[in-house]
């Protein structure tokens, strides 16, 4: 089976209700992804066909999943696909439902595919300001360590991993890059508040490292590695809203970077080192943190 670029989806909470054969089901329909098949799932989870088909009507039931018949062209009976409902995602269905109604309505109301980005960008950066006010990402290291518990000490450093491409481009609709793509970077917007003082090679891995237990709180599972140049690659291996990023990635995807920029810019890391590469490989988006420029230390 052909890999599908980009992260797989957000486990939802209603899945801890099941069975664990019927949660391992259901969690098999969610990364496959798509409308699947009986004998699909089977075969990803080594299971008789029976013993699945029984449990997906059963999730059927709890309004968990959704059957309905692939077109047939020949002979003998059409065969039943499967998807995974809203009712299955992190946030419930009316989050779901809102996140959709609000992406799709901005689509439509903003034909222009830059102005989008324009518009989804401010969004992600008001995002990422609400997440500072309420988890007190403005307060001095020391006060924020002390809350969370940490001593004021120097990170463990993080683990190096190879050299990486640089693209930062979002894809159109699907898990390919559009053509003529432009990278999801922006400016700081006018009346942010100044960032902390210097930054150091330690604050970039605190600052870092808490955006990634920010990520991982929002369901990203968010898997971070340095980079042999000094930067950070952030993993996001999964998404809360996959089917709508795939959608409208430059309303969804950008709205993240945009997030992640207010977030570090707050503390020093210029927007522009802060780039997203959307549907980057199978099994993640890539969120870049460049080293500082020479000089800039």
């Not at 309505?105 to 102005?115: F, G, K, T, W």
């Not at 599972?221 to 809360?240: A, E, F, I």
Request: proline fraction near 9%; include cysteine; charge should be negative.
């Amino acid at each position: 089976m052909e890999k599908i670029l980009g992260p797989l989806p957000t486990r939802g909470i209603a899945r801890e209700e099941l069975s664990p054969a019927r949660r391992a089901v259901l969690d098999a329909l969610i990364d496959l992804g798509g409308r699947r098949t009986v004998a699909e799932l089977a075969g990803a989870l080594g299971q008789h066909v029976n013993t699945v088909r029984e449990h997906l009507e059963a999730l059927a039931g709890a309004g968990l999943v959704q059957r309905s018949l692939r077109r047939s062209t020949g002979r003998g009976r059409p065969a039943s696909l499967y998807r995974a409902t809203l009712a299955a995602t992190p946030a419930g269905p009316e989050y779901a439902v809102l996140a959709e109604v609000l992406i799709t309505h901005l689509a439509r109301v903003v034909p222009d595919p830059q102005e989008r980005v324009e518009h989804a960008l401010s969004a992600g950066r008001e995002w990422g300001r609400a997440i500072r006010e309420r988890q007190l990402v403005d307060a001095p290291r020391p006060v924020r360590l002390a809350t969370a518990g940490i001593s004021h000490a120097a990170p463990t450093p993080l683990p190096t991993d190879s050299p990486l491409p640089t693209d930062s481009s979002l894809p159109a609709e699907g898990s390919r890059p559009a053509e003529g793509s432009r990278p999801t970077e922006g400016s700081a917007p006018a009346g942010r508040a100044e960032p902390h003082g210097a930054e150091r090679p330690e604050e970039l891995a605190d600052s870092v490292a808490r955006l990634g237990e920010m990520l991982d709180r929002a369901g990203f599972d968010c898997h971070t590695t340095r980079d042999p140049d000094g930067g950070y690659t952030q993993r996001l291996r999964r998404c809360p809203v996959l089917a709508l990023a795939r959608q409208h990635p430059e309303v969804v995807c950008t709205s993240h970077l945009g997030m992640a920029q207010e977030i570090l810019g707050h503390e020093g890391v210029a927007a522009e080192r802060v780039s997203l590469e959307a549907f980057a490989e199978p099994g993640a988006c890539l969120l870049r943190i460049a080293p500082p420029a020479v000089g800039d230390e």
